[in-house]
């Protein structure tokens, strides 16, 4: 699951889990304000694709959160973003599954529309849950690239595309932590990337919470 996040002139790769979860690089754009209380956003580069981290402390119990996870095909439901399609491809058992999506960007960024295939996995950590996903080719599944294509034969799909969300139980609540990395493909404005970024990210996170807490 992506929303455009960032720009830039990646290749596919593969997932960078270990450079991403480090410290090192990132540059802090402050708290923003959400449905759910402040966000802490921060941004980096990898491997010249771009990431983003948003992180809040909610009220909501970390099963709550890992049950959504796990259906996360729901989204076209309940997200504010402009999905305009969601369907499994295929699941394997509760926590692990191939998800189509069509992203329909709004007429006023100017871009075109983005899809994407994802191998979503949930699993338990020791103070709580993860969820992670990662690219696969969407041309190794050929029903979700045709149904991409006739809504847009324009649409892209992004060369880079992973990331996670980590719910931790705590003294002060449930700690929400998502971050990724992605290349749209194409090319974006550097400030239509950063509002992206400062406010899409979020709003995203509140949605996902908001959602959550009602499991």
């Excluded at 119990?61 to 729901?74: E, F, H, N, T, Y």
């Excluded at 369907?87 to 960007?105: H, K, M, T």
């Excluded at 847009?152 to 931790?168: K, T």
Aim: aromatic share 10%.
């Amino acid at each position: 699951m992506i929303w455009l996040l960032a720009a830039g002139s990646a290749h596919a790769a593969a997932p960078s889990w270990e450079a991403l979860a480090a410290q090192s690089g990132w540059r802090d754009l402050g708290e923003r304000r959400s449905a759910i209380g402040p966000v802490n956003v921060r941004t980096k580069k990898l491997d010249d694709a771009g990431c983003v981290e948003g992180r809040a402390t909610v009220d909501v119990p970390v099963a709550s959160m890992m049950a959504l996870a796990r259906d996360m095909v729901s989204a076209v439901d309940w997200s504010q973003a402009d999905l305009a399609e969601s369907r499994e491809i295929r699941r394997s058992g509760p926590d692990e599954f191939l998800l189509y999506q069509y992203y329909d960007a709004p007429g006023w960024t100017f871009t075109a529309d983005r899809y994407w295939v994802i191998r979503g996995r949930a699993s338990s950590r020791d103070t709580g849950g993860r969820y992670r996903y990662e690219r696969v080719d969407a041309t190794l599944h050929p029903a979700a690239h045709d149904a991409a294509m006739a809504r847009s034969s324009r649409a892209i799909e992004p060369p880079v595309n992973y990331g996670e969300w980590l719910f931790d139980s705590g003294p002060e609540g449930t700690t929400v932590l998502y971050r990724s990395c992605t290349d749209v493909g194409g090319r974006l404005p550097d400030r239509l990337v950063h509002w992206l970024n400062t406010n899409q990210v979020p709003n995203m996170i509140a949605d996902f919470v908001e959602e959550a807490a009602e499991r």
